[in-house]
């Protein structure tokens, strides 16, 4: 994978009747490849996904239909995190087959409650990793997951089939240490989030993971920093002190859903019973995306292969 880069969630469509919207979705995947340029696609790896919705049988077909849909342009990390190793291993089994080039692995808290220990965290890792030969993706989120310090996230990073890092907490203390210890010392390939971007690859970081369409305007960061244009990196990374943080009370998917109509792809509302971004707060939105920097080009994109 050529770093810095980005790897993007597509966000889950949902009909009326709350089934996967595919047609909707094989449009993201298309927006996702060819407009933000991802240099690897999260299938069902993330919570802003909303995949934790749908039943065991359904996020199969999810990862199946969005595999099909990239259709081998860029590679594809599937997120096979399950409380039950063995159903985690199931989904691995069942991604490499489908031809999955990796696999994004949460570490887990105990299901009874509580934090896991180091060792119950890399027996956890070594389990999934004694059944399938893919590359994983140590993915850390505190809070539907555990919470793991540098220390132990190193230990981690070091698992041999531990190939990246994808980690949530924007702190930077952490992240630059981690990125020293994990990135410059051989061991994986370190992403942060949107808001740490631009700190994350100037200090060696491998790139970022998000969700469209703020990884539209990541692309254009990361495009400015590779061409030594470190003012216009910036200026396109401010965009992110506001948005999404902005609307972030309604939580990151209906956020970046609302954001998605507003631009032209919509992918639906949030999952029941969460709200999505409506009214006043939503206009406020709207004009606020009119104002950023890459608004018009985004849209205009958008309004093109709709109409292709």
Known sequence: MITPGLVVPPLTPFKEDLSVDYDTLRREVDYIVEDCEAAMVSVAGVETTEYHFLTYDERLELIRNTIEFVDD?????????????YKAIEISHYAEGLGAHGLQVLAPLRPFGGQPTLGELVTYFETIASETSNPMMLYLNPGPGAEVNPAWTLE????????????????LARVARLIEEIQHGGHAQYFTTVQMLLGSIVLGGAGATMPPPVAYIANAVIKAFKAGDIAEAGRLQRQFGLFPARWMGYGLAPALKASMEIIGLSLGKPYPPFKAV?????????????TTYLFEEIHQNVIRKRAA
């Open 156 to 171: 981690l990073a070091k698992l041999d089939q531990v190939s990246y890092v994808k980690e949530s907490s924007r702190d």
């Open 73 to 85: 342009r860029v590679p594809v990390v599937v997120g096979v995190s399950h409380p039950n190793v």
């Open 278 to 290: 409506e009214g006043a707060d939503l206009e406020a939105m709207r004009t606020y995306l009119k």
